[in-house]
T-cell receptor
Framework: GAGVSQSPSNKVTEKGKDVELRCDPI?????LYWYRQRLGQGLEFLIY????????KSGLPSDRFSAERTGESVSTLTIQRTQQEDSAVYLC???????????FGPGTRLTVT | AQTVTQSQPEMSVQEAETVTLSCTYD???????LFWYKQPPSRQMILVIR??????QNATENRFSVNFQKAAKSFSLKISDSQLGDAAMYFC??????????FGTGTSLTVIP
């Protein structure tokens, strides 16, 4: 079946512009995670959605970052007024219920010039 | 705070040989999960193996096995009969009974033909 997909694959934007990154989780997966991976670094947790519960936003680095998810479907991560330090790969993952395995998408490489 | 440490930024192994990647973590919890993920150049994170902390038996998946030392908070990955396709970044990750995964900074594995 289809895995986690993310779009766009690559995004180049000018400093100060807003960007939207999209994640399509695996159908039926109730949990969805967003991570940021800076060059040469590990994954940094950003936000977590579980079903209809309030999201865990504790990893969002500033109020310029926000994310939405409609039910158990698509999620969008929005970065407003992008800064050069926002340049990174943004990874999305989904998982199902008590199964703790996360399935990752291929990521979106964001470059802020 | 939970932290995951991978002290080997880079490792290399001869094809068909065995290599061990190190990981230590810091936690005050007694029940948690540990994971090893592989990230090839395609950026797709792939679960290699996972270990539940309450299980004393070390997890094994084909050529991949772990040495889980709970008291020492150590979780190393052994790759036997290394293959060229094993070349990738390897990330150790920790998850307790909440939402967040904590990732190490990764080990880049090179397989020498």
């Amino acid at each position: 079946g289809a895995g986690v997909s993310q779009s766009p694959s690559n995004k180049v934007t000018e400093k100060g512009k807003d960007v939207e990154l999209r994640c399509d989780p695996i159908s039926g997966h109730t949990a969805l995670y967003w991570y940021r991976q800076r060059l040469g670094q590990g994954l940094e947790f950003l936000i977590y959605f579980q079903g209809n519960s309030a999201p865990d936003k504790s990893g969002l680095p500033s109020d310029r970052f926000s994310a939405e998810r409609t039910g158990e479907s698509v999620s969008t991560l929005t970065i407003q007024r992008t800064q050069q330090e926002d340049s990174a790969v943004y990874l999305c993952a989904s998982s199902f219920g008590q199964n703790h395995e996360q399935y990752f998408g291929p990521g979106t490489r964001l470059t802020v010039t | 705070a939970q932290t995951v440490t991978q002290s080997q930024p880079e490792m290399s192994v001869q094809e068909a040989e065995t290599v061990t990647l190190s990981c230590t973590y810091d936690t005050s919890e007694s029940d948690y999960y540990l994971f090893w993920y592989k990230q090839p150049p395609s950026r797709q994170m792939i679960l290699v193996i996972r270990q539940e902390a309450y299980k004393q038996q070390n997890a094994t998946e084909n050529r991949f096995s772990v040495n889980f030392q709970k008291a020492a908070k150590s979780f190393s990955l052994k790759i036997s009969d290394s293959q060229l396709g094993d070349a990738a970044m390897y990330f150790c990750a920790y998850r307790r009974g909440g939402n967040q995964f904590y990732f190490g900074t990764g080990t880049s594995l090179t397989v020498i033909p």
